[in-house]
């Protein structure tokens, strides 16, 4: 009952700035976590960053220092504020929610983030 949307991926140049938002909706009362996924062309899916409820946040080392991961509460969105981005950075994006009592794993339906050199 969990719904994710995300968007703010397009084609940027390296070294530019993005900024990626997921909007959550439907029963999200027991999510305690929320990060960001990517998948490149022959590539698996992989961890980008992640937030709890209470605000504690992790990275892939090869993003710490250019990304940033934070949320609003009120508008109950997720955001993924992209840095120095680098054509290894293009990839389509995808939120997820995770359900602590349910343990269950919510996706979007992924937003494409294009970087060129």
């Known amino acids: 009952q969990v719904q994710l949307v995300e968007s703010g991926g397009r084609l940027v140049q390296a070294g530019e700035s993005l900024r990626l938002s997921c909007a959550a909706s439907?029963?999200?009362?027991?999510?305690?976590?929320m990060g960001w996924y990517r998948q490149a062309p022959g590539k698996q899916r992989e961890f980008v960053a992640g937030i709890t409820h209470a605000d504690r946040t992790n990275y892939i080392d090869s993003v710490k220092g250019r990304f940033t991961i934070s949320k609003d509460n009120v508008k109950n969105t997720v955001y993924l504020q992209m840095n120095s981005l680098k054509p290894e950075d293009s990839a389509v994006y995808y939120c997820?929610?995770?359900?602590?009592?349910?343990?269950?794993?919510?996706w979007g339906q992924g937003t494409q983030v294009t970087v060129s050199s």
């Open positions: 439907g029963s999200i009362i027991n999510l305690s976590h």
């Open positions: 997820n929610a995770d359900d602590y009592k349910l343990a269950s794993r919510y």
